[in-house]
C-alpha cells in the first residue's frame, strides 16, 4: 500500500483526475469539532467500519499528544487494515519521529503557508517555512523511504499562489507524495478553487489533495471543483463533522462523484447510513432528517404530485436508490398528500380503499395534518378511516 499510494497518477479525463482516492480524517479533525471526544474503543471501530466501506487513507489522530492517542493510533496502525493509516504532525521533528514510532504507513505534515498564519501566529518568515518543510520531509524520507509523506498547506486558500507553488516544490525536491490544500477557513468557491487547483498542480508537479471546510456551504463543490482541476486526493469526514461548520462529508463527496460527475469510487456505498449512525452517536449528534445523502427525509415524499411520481417511477424524482445508502422509501401522508398515495398506505396495511373512497378520505387527513402541524402517524390515518367507516354504516 505504501509504494501504491506514492505513484503519481495522471490527471488528463473528462473529469481532471483519472483516479480519486478518499482520505478520511473523522478521527482528527472529526474528533475536533466543538464537544466532540471519541473513546479509544469507538476509534478503532470507526476506523474498522471506515475500512470496511472502501475509504483509501485513515488520517488516524495525532501521535504527539501521547497517552490514550497515541495508544489508539498504534492500534488502528497496527490492525492490518487495506487502507493506509496516517498520522497528523506539526513540521517538526518530535512530532514526526512520533508518528513513525507508531507504525503509520503515512504523514502528514502541516505548517501555515498564508502570510496572516506565518506573521501572526507562527511569527516567522516565508524563508523559514520554507527550510522548515524541507528539514520536516527531509527527516520523514530519511526514516522510511517508502514512508508516504503528505505536506499540508494549512489556509492555502489565503495563500499567495506563487510561495504556494514554492512551498509544494521545496517539499517535492525533498520526497514529498502529496500537497493537501487546505480550505481552512472554507472561503472558496468552485470557481477559484479550480483555477487555483488546476495551476498549482501544473505548476508544482506534486499530486494534490483537497481538504475543504464548510463555513460557506461549499465544502463538496469546493473538493469537487478541485477534482476537476486535477486534485487526486479528497479529505472527508463521516457526515461532515469538523471545526466550525464541518468538513465535506464523505457520503456527499462519494455519491455526488458518482452521479453527478459519473466517477465511482467503488465504495460500499450501502453502508453510509449506518456508519453514519454510529459515528454519530459516539459524537454525541444526531443525523438531521435533511441531511443530504444519508438523511432520512431524502427518500421521504409527501407531496401529492411527487409520491404519485415515485410510486409510478422513482426516478422521477429519486436520483438513487435508497438502498443503495442505506435508507428505505417512505410515503408520508400529511397536508400536501393526494388521494393516490392514500390508496398506496392503506394497501400496507391491508385496506383496500377505491379512488373514490381515498378523495373521500383526503379532506379528513388533510384537516387532522394542520391542526397538528404535522404529517400523520399509521395509527392516526387507522382512526381517520374507522371514523369514516363508522359513519357510513349509520
Known amino acids: 500500500m505504501k509504494q501504491e499510494l506514492a505513484k503519481n497518477f495522471p490527471v488528463e479525463s473528462s473529469l481532471g483526475a483519472a483516479r480519486v482516492r478518499i482520505d478520511d480524517t473523522t478521527l482528527r479533525d472529526g474528533e475536533q469539532t466543538a464537544g466532540v471526544v471519541f473513546a479509544n474503543k469507538e476509534k478503532v471501530r470507526i476506523a474498522r467500519l471506515l475500512d470496511e466501506i472502501g475509504v483509501d487513507q485513515i488520517e488516524a489522530g495525532i501521535p504527539a499528544m501521547g497517552g490514550d492517542e497515541r495508544d489508539v493510533i498504534e492500534e488502528i496502525a497496527h490492525l492490518g487494515l487495506r487502507a493506509s493509516v496516517l498520522g497528523w504532525n506539526r513540521a517538526n521533528i518530535a512530532d514526526i519521529r512520533s508518528s513513525i514510532d507508531c507504525g503509520v504507513d503515512a504523514v502528514a505534515i502541516s505548517l501555515a503557508t498564508s502570510d496572516i498564519h506565518i506573521q501572526t501566529k507562527l511569527m516567522k518568515d516565508r524563508a523559514w517555512v520554507l527550510d522548515t518543510i524541507k528539514e520536516s520531509v527531509a527527516y520523514a524520507k530519511g526514516r522510511d523511504p517508502d514512508l508516504y509523506v503528505s505536506v499540508n498547506a494549512e489556509d492555502a486558500s489565503r495563500t499567495e499562489i506563487g510561495f504556494l507553488i514554492d512551498y509544494a516544490k521545496a517539499a517535492k525536491a525533498e520526497g514529498a507524495d502529496r500537497i493537501r490544500f487546505c480550505d481552512t477557513i472554507g472561503l472558496m468557491e468552485p470557481f477559484r478553487t479550480y483555477e487555483v487547483v488546476k495551476h498549482l498542480r501544473q505548476e508544482s508537479g506534486l499530486d494534490v489533495e483537497m481538504h475543504t471546510h464548510n463555513d460557506f456551504g461549499m465544502a463538496v463543490a469546493n473538493a469537487i471543483a478541485g477534482v476537476h482541476a486535477g486534485a487526486t486526493w479528497v479529505n472527508v469526514t463521516v ?21 453527478i460527475e459519473g466517477f465511482d469510487l467503488e465504495m460500499d456505498t450501502t453502508r453510509f447510513r449506518e456508519v453514519c449512525e454510529y459515528v454519530m452517536h459516539a459524537a454525541g449528534r444526531q443525523i438531521p432528517v435533511w441531511k443530504s445523502v444519508i438523511g432520512t427525509n431524502m427518500f421521504a415524499h409527501e407531496s401529492g404530485i411527487h409520491a404519485d411520481g415515485v410510486i409510478k417511477n422513482p426516478k422521477t424524482y429519486e436520483v438513487f436508490a435508497p438502498a443503495e445508502v442505506g435508507l428505505a422509501r417512505q410515503i ?38 394542520i391542526e397538528l402541524k404535522r404529517s400523520l402517524f399509521d395509527k392516526e390515518l387507522i382512526y381517520i378511516y374507522n371514523d369514516w367507516k363508522a359513519e357510513k354504516k349509520k
Do not use: D
Request: no cysteine; aromatic share 6%; net charge negative.
Open 332 to 369: 408520508v401522508i400529511g397536508k400536501h398528500s393526494g388521494s393516490r398515495a392514500l390508496e398506496i398506505k392503506f394497501e400496507e396495511y391491508g385496506i383496500e380503499v377505491s379512488k373514490e373512497e381515498a378523495a373521500e378520505l383526503l379532506p379528513r387527513v388533510r384537516t387532522m395534518a
Open 239 to 259: 457526515g461532515g463533522l469538523g471545526e466550525r461548520a464541518g468538513n465535506a462529508a464523505l457520503e456527499e463527496v462519494a455519491m455526488a462523484l458518482k452521479y
